[in-house]
């Protein structure tokens, strides 16, 4: 699909955009099995974006996760103090985030 870039805002996005029937058949069927083994770099990543948001919101302070994949940056800045809320449209990543895979800090 096409990349387009709006001239007022410079929002990025594909265009057409998929529906919701087709995006919710697309993260339906999403797992990714590579996911879990990369989990020291995960925690790497997760630890660099908590420290951006702490230069702008210290804890305590709500922190919404869209797409938390597994939910580890979520856990990571609930470890530190910041009530922190996840969502993800993956129904096997929300399985993996409710087991607590990616829960170990």
Do not use: K
């Amino acid at each position: 699909m096409p990349i387009v870039r709006c001239r007022s805002c410079g929002l990025v996005q594909e265009h057409p955009r998929d529906n919701p029937a087709t995006l919710a058949r697309v993260y339906d069927g999403l797992a990714d099995g590579v996911y879990d083994s990369e989990d020291g770099n995960r925690r790497v990543d997760a630890d660099q974006h908590l420290a951006l948001v702490q230069a702008h919101h210290t804890a305590p302070a709500p922190l919404l996760d869209v797409g938390c994949a597994t939910g580890l940056f979520a856990a990571r800045a609930q470890a530190v103090g910041y009530q922190a809320s996840r969502v993800d449209a993956s129904r096997w990543a929300i399985e993996r985030a409710r087991a607590g895979v990616r829960r170990r800090i």
